[in-house]
């Protein structure tokens, strides 16, 4: 298996920290706001990681974090009048929603910073001692001139051009620090914000130190794969690696793991822009399940494009493999495998071949394109032989991979309503007038059908039924 690693700009065989297990760990939403598709990127391709890995054989712990306290938390909750913690709690329930919309598992931890704050105290005390923080104004920051080389490997950048950067920009902790590049590992106490007691006095964490402290509690000094969206890889990522390194004397991740961004009929998403788009806004009018595909259709550290055409487009795409499971479940129900006789060459070499197919796409850096292609192509496989009649020993084993790949993809998902017994009993008696030749009383049943408010499809496989949107 091969990922590209952002730190050193290549394709790497991937090898575990510990053999046979894999700690993962992605830098959650700062809840302030519903979900924006740009998340909804990030937690999808996150979602698919975590499950191809489990499914090719490793034990996976996989921790997605929440940022719950932050300066945009604090303002809008003061315009909503309420408190910054309600407000974070209220967000946190919002994308779950999304979250399960979309089909992505929960993680295995889901830390809050305002449930950790004891290890991010821990960690930046031990900064402090070692001579990497120090203490300003009742702030304590991170000192990047004790960092001699490595500041800049993940962003590309030199120390040098990062601090001739720095310089020419000015903000509001200016004056606290020593020198531009610092950076804020805790936040003095302001008036009518919340804050912790602490041994540098009263106050919040700095948004970079909760990875820091949380990774290292969840997963420990080293993680396998970390990452998120590509946004984050300066200043976020790399004020991680330098805190965390320098606390720890280790590598911080193996494989640094990042998805492109999104861009909103070809112009990059943004609020100045005009362009920001809620994930359930394009839920509700197209439906998770396009939503997921689409942001999965292209390779994760692509740039990608989203417009109503690329959704209606994506939408057409479920319904295509929707169509198909429904007719292998319609093959299956109207013809058993009592016996459970084993599938046919022919039908074990397209499994075989569609198998690794997928494989091969996803173990080169997790292209879940090119795995979805090789759905497709089986989707066509599969097609082809129920309209020759496939057997059911052969339907179960092109159902089998067809859960397999979809098992890690996540498309097709949504539970459909159950079809009531009437409907269910209407369409076997419809069946069994054409098979009498009765095609008055067949059509007059399947009347009958609709006007019940559900769609009877059928084929040589047999019938489908669905309700009527």
Same mark, same amino acid.
């Given at each position: *298996?091969?990922?590209?690693?952002?730190?050193?700009? &290549?394709?790497?065989?991937?090898?575990?920290? =510990?053999?046979?297990?894999? /700690?993962?760990?992605?830098?959650?939403?700062?809840?302030?706001?519903?979900?924006?598709? /740009?998340?909804? %990127?990030?937690?999808?391709?996150?979602?698919? !990681?975590?499950?191809?890995?489990?499914?090719?054989?490793? /034990?996976?712990?996989?921790?997605?974090?929440? $940022?719950?306290?932050?300066? %945009?938390?604090?303002?809008?909750? =003061?315009?909503?009048?309420?408190?910054?913690?309600?407000?974070?709690?209220?967000?946190?329930?919002?994308?779950?929603?999304?979250?399960?919309?979309?089909?992505?598992?929960?993680?295995?931890?889901?830390?809050?910073?305002?449930?950790?704050?004891?290890?991010?105290?821990?960690?930046? @005390?031990?900064?402090?001692?070692?001579?990497?923080?120090?203490?300003?104004?009742?702030?304590?920051?991170?000192?990047?001139?004790?960092?001699?080389?490595?500041?800049?490997?993940?962003?590309?950048?030199?120390?040098?051009?990062?601090?001739?950067?720095?310089?020419?920009?000015?903000?509001?902790?200016?004056?606290?620090?020593?020198?531009?590049?610092?950076?804020?590992?805790?936040?003095?106490?302001?008036?009518?914000?919340?804050?912790?007691?602490?041994?540098? /006095?009263?106050?919040?964490?700095?948004?970079?130190?909760?990875?820091?402290?949380?990774? %290292?509690?969840? !997963?420990?000094? $080293?993680?396998?794969?970390?990452?998120?969206?590509?946004?984050?890889?300066?200043?976020?990522?790399?004020?991680?690696?330098?805190?965390?390194?320098?606390?720890?004397?280790?590598?911080?991740?193996?494989?640094?793991?990042?998805?492109?961004?999104? =861009?909103?009929?070809?112009?990059?998403?943004?609020?100045?822009?005009? =362009?920001?788009?809620?994930?359930?806004?394009?839920?509700?009018?197209?439906?998770?399940?396009?939503?997921?595909? *689409?942001?999965?259709?292209?390779?994760?550290?692509?740039?990608?494009?989203?417009?109503?055409?690329?959704?209606?487009?994506?939408?057409?795409?479920?319904?295509?493999? &929707?169509?198909?499971?429904?007719?292998?479940?319609?093959?299956?129900?109207?013809?058993?495998?009592?016996? #459970?006789?084993?599938?046919?060459?022919?039908?074990?070499? !397209?499994?075989?071949?569609?198998?690794?197919?997928?494989?091969?796409?996803?173990?080169?850096?997790?292209?879940?394109?090119?795995?979805?292609?090789?759905?497709?192509?089986?989707?066509?496989? !599969?097609?082809?032989?129920?309209? @020759? @009649?496939?057997?059911?020993?052969?339907?179960?084993?092109?159902?089998?991979?067809? #859960?397999?790949?979809?098992?890690?993809?996540?498309?097709?998902?949504?539970?459909?309503?159950?079809?009531?017994?009437?409907?269910?009993?209407?369409?076997?008696?419809?069946?069994?007038?054409?098979?009498?030749?009765?095609?008055?009383?067949?059509?007059?049943?399947?009347?009958?059908?609709?006007?019940? #408010?559900?769609?009877?499809?059928?084929?040589?496989?047999?019938?489908?039924?669905?309700?009527?949107?």
């Amino acid at each position: *298996m091969l990922i590209y690693n952002t730190l050193t700009r &290549r394709k790497e065989e991937f090898v575990t920290v =510990n053999p046979g297990r894999v /700690g993962v760990y992605a830098c959650g939403p700062t809840v302030y706001n519903l979900t924006h598709l /740009g998340n909804a %990127r990030q937690i999808c391709v996150f979602d698919v !990681i975590r499950r191809y890995l489990k499914y090719r054989g490793y /034990g996976v712990f996989y921790v997605q974090n929440f $940022t719950d306290v932050d300066d %945009r938390i604090i303002k809008r909750a =003061n315009e909503l009048g309420i408190s910054p913690f309600e407000h974070s709690e209220n967000m946190i329930t919002e994308y779950y929603k999304d979250a399960r919309g979309l089909n992505v598992l929960d993680a295995d931890a889901h830390p809050k910073v305002t449930e950790n704050i004891d290890i991010i105290i821990d960690i930046i @005390g031990v900064l402090i001692k070692k001579g990497f923080a120090y203490q300003s104004r009742g702030d304590v920051y991170f000192s990047t001139d004790k960092l001699t080389s490595g500041y800049g490997k993940l962003s590309g950048n030199s120390l040098e051009e990062l601090r001739e950067g720095a310089s020419n920009r000015l903000d509001a902790e200016s004056e606290k620090k020593r020198a531009p590049l610092d950076f804020a590992l805790w936040k003095a106490a302001k008036e009518g914000e919340p804050y912790w007691e602490s041994p540098f /006095g009263n106050g919040r964490p700095g948004w970079h130190i909760e990875c820091s402290a949380m990774s %290292r509690h969840y !997963i420990g000094n $080293t993680i396998d794969i970390h990452g998120g969206g590509a946004d984050l890889i300066f200043p976020h990522h790399e004020n991680e690696i330098a805190q965390s390194e320098a606390a720890t004397g280790q590598p911080l991740a193996k494989y640094w793991v990042h998805n492109g961004m999104l =861009n909103i009929d070809n112009v990059k998403m943004s609020k100045s822009k005009n =362009n920001f788009f809620l994930t359930r806004a394009a839920a509700e009018k197209y439906g998770y399940e396009p939503v997921r595909f *689409m942001l999965l259709s292209a390779h994760y550290r692509s740039q990608m494009n989203y417009s109503a055409e690329t959704l209606e487009s994506a939408a057409k795409s479920v319904e295509r493999l &929707r169509n198909c499971a429904r007719l292998m479940d319609a093959a299956l129900r109207d013809k058993a495998n009592p016996d #459970g006789a084993p599938p046919s060459d022919y039908a074990e070499k !397209i499994v075989s071949k569609r198998r690794s197919q997928f494989i091969n796409a996803m173990d080169d850096d997790f292209n879940a394109a090119d795995g979805i292609a090789a759905l497709f192509e089986f989707v066509r496989d !599969i097609n082809a032989a129920l309209s @020759g @009649g496939a057997p059911a020993r052969d339907v179960e084993e092109y159902r089998g991979l067809f #859960g397999e790949i979809n098992g890690v993809l996540g498309l097709v998902y949504a539970d459909e309503e159950e079809i009531p017994g009437e409907i269910i009993a209407l369409a076997e008696k419809r069946q069994a007038a054409k098979q009498a030749k009765d095609y008055v009383s067949a059509d007059k049943i399947r009347g009958e059908i609709n006007e019940k #408010g559900y769609i009877m499809e059928e084929s040589r496989q047999g019938f489908t039924l669905r309700k009527r949107i």
